[in-house]
């Protein structure tokens, strides 16, 4: 192994570990296929890897898993919350938008599932598309069939997404009946609440991230896919509740993306919550800054004391 990839390997775990502090040390590591990945090609050669080129994240899954930590026993609340970092549908920031944010979330008596989807690859996928989507769905039946073992209350199940994350929350959020692959029994995929932060919506070229949206549907695609992967266009009576927060000074992921779901949800008289910042630009995750943008996490608690589900079992 070459010397840059050990230095990569062991900056992503000192991260690792001063992200992790008093995380719970029940965590544990569960395949979502179980081996069988839907719509797979084979590629031998095919490896993960921690890049800490720019960013620290995970690149080239093909076999995506779920990181469980429970809720501590005495904070339990039942409630829990699949999270999907963000990454540009190009890598997974696992540590700032998954481990720092599966402790918050325990902090507060939340059971938090970390999704390590898989990242739209033609080279091992038959469609792509629809790829993270099938991840997603998963998680969320493996959750709720699990529901009872891990001290959860089924109907208390969400999902979260950061940046190209979001994308994904927000598609299984509105897309959680499609059928993309054969599940195994009958239960449902559809989260009860979703936490959507700085995400990307749509897949329109105005306003869209223009890398979320190439690695996803491809360089040139047609209107029909452009129209099914914008999903403030897929809101229905059906869709979860949303919490939101955007940057307005955002310039990865225009803020118009979160302003067209929050619209979305209005019209089919959903309940949901926006806020909007002045500053932060994007990807700052539970980072403090001296800027209102750091508010986010109490704003957000409010909120999920508001639906109920921050009341103890």
Request: charged residues 20%.
């Amino acid at each position: 192994m070459r010397n840059s990839s050990l230095k990569q390997i062991a900056l992503a775990f000192i991260c690792i570990i001063m992200a992790t502090g008093n995380i719970s040390a029940q965590s544990k590591t569960i395949e979502v296929w179980n081996g069988k990945v839907p719509g797979s090609i084979q590629k031998p050669n095919y490896q993960q890897i921690v890049d800490s080129a720019y960013w620290i994240k995970i690149r080239f899954i093909a076999n995506p898993t779920i990181q469980v930590y429970p809720a501590p026993a005495d904070k339990n609340t039942g409630t829990a919350v699949v999270v999907c970092p963000g990454g540009g549908y190009y890598g997974i920031s696992f540590v700032g938008e998954g481990i720092e944010i599966a402790k918050w979330l325990n902090d507060l008596g939340i059971s938090a599932i970390v999704l390590h989807y898989r990242l739209p690859d033609d080279a091992i996928m038959k469609n792509k598309s629809i790829a993270p989507l099938q991840d997603g769905q998963e998680a969320i039946r493996i959750v709720r069939r699990n529901a009872k073992e891990w001290g959860i209350d089924p109907h208390k199940i969400g999902i979260m997404g950061f940046s190209a994350g979001g994308h994904l929350a927000s598609t299984v959020s509105t897309h959680f009946d499609e059928k993309v692959y054969n599940p195994i029994d009958s239960t449902s995929a559809r989260p009860d609440f979703s936490l959507l932060i700085y995400p990307v919506i749509s897949m329109d070229s105005t306003i869209t991230h223009a890398g979320s949206r190439e690695n996803l549907i491809g360089k040139h695609p047609s209107p029909e896919m452009v129209k099914h992967f914008s999903n403030a266009l897929q809101v229905t009576c059906k869709t979860p509740p949303a919490f939101m927060i955007h940057s307005m000074d955002d310039g990865t992921v225009p803020v118009e993306n979160s302003i067209e779901y929050a619209l979305a949800m209005k019209k089919h008289n959903i309940p949901c919550e926006l806020h909007i910042y002045q500053s932060g630009g994007h990807g700052y995750g539970l980072r403090r800054s001296k800027n209102t943008e750091s508010t986010w996490p109490e704003a957000c608690r409010k909120w999920l004391t508001n639906k109920g589900l921050l009341t103890n079992n």
